[in-house]
């Protein structure tokens, strides 16, 4: 009998919408802050490297965080579209399709080019080691100039991830309660 209590007054939808608004803001949030950091920390400092170095930083990178920033999207769209669908809020479909465009984006502008980086990594490594370009077929200059290619692609699903997270914020900030809360009026 508690349980059942306990679970109606969790699903009611006062808690529901505070929940979807937590999982929207954080996943957008989570996934606009690894891409920036992608954008902003990770791919300038590999250009300190050599490329051999460069792209076997950059391949770990990209394989570690790519489950995570998927699972993220998914998360935003789900949380995104679920408020839209409660609430009629305009910002939050606004916020489900930009995070939600970032999955054709990826397709269309960053896989050719991962692929290639991809795929010279793996002709160019020994024993899980790559210190030097073994493959001469591609040259530092090439790498290089993809991963150059790469970052300032990558750069547009940044754009995307922040435009999401800050239209779905202006969403839950525009809300009655919210702006009562906030704002005391």
């Known amino acids: ?3 059942d209590f306990q679970f ?7 808690n529901t919408l505070v929940a979807g608004k937590v999982i929207a803001v954080a996943s957008l949030g989570l996934f606009a802050g690894s891409a920036l950091s992608f954008s902003a920390v990770i791919m300038p400092s590999l250009r300190k490297f050599s490329s051999a ?4 930083i950059w391949t770990e990178a990209q394989n570690s965080s790519k489950y995570l920033e998927w699972g993220l999207i998914a ?9 839209y669908y409660k609430t009629k809020n305009i910002s939050y479909l606004y916020g489900a399709v930009s995070i939600a465009s970032v999955i054709p984006y990826s397709f269309i502008a960053l896989y050719p080019t991962a692929k290639k980086l991809l795929a010279i990594r793996q002709n160019n490594t020994v024993g899980g080691k790559s210190d030097s370009m073994k493959d001469n077929k591609y040259n530092d200059s090439d790498v290089e100039a993809l991963l150059s290619r790469w970052s300032l692609f990558h750069f ?10 800050f ?6 900030v525009s809300e009655d309660g919210v702006r009562f809360i906030l704002f005391n009026n």
């Open 156 to 165: 547009g699903r940044t754009i995307l991830g922040l435009g999401a997270l």
């Open 167 to 172: 239209v779905t914020l202006y969403g839950v």
């Open 53 to 56: 170095s460069s792209l076997a």
């Open 1 to 3: 009998m508690a349980i």
């Open 8 to 14: 109606q007054a969790l699903a009611n939808s006062d």
């Open 75 to 83: 998360a935003g769209v789900a949380g995104s579209a679920g408020l």
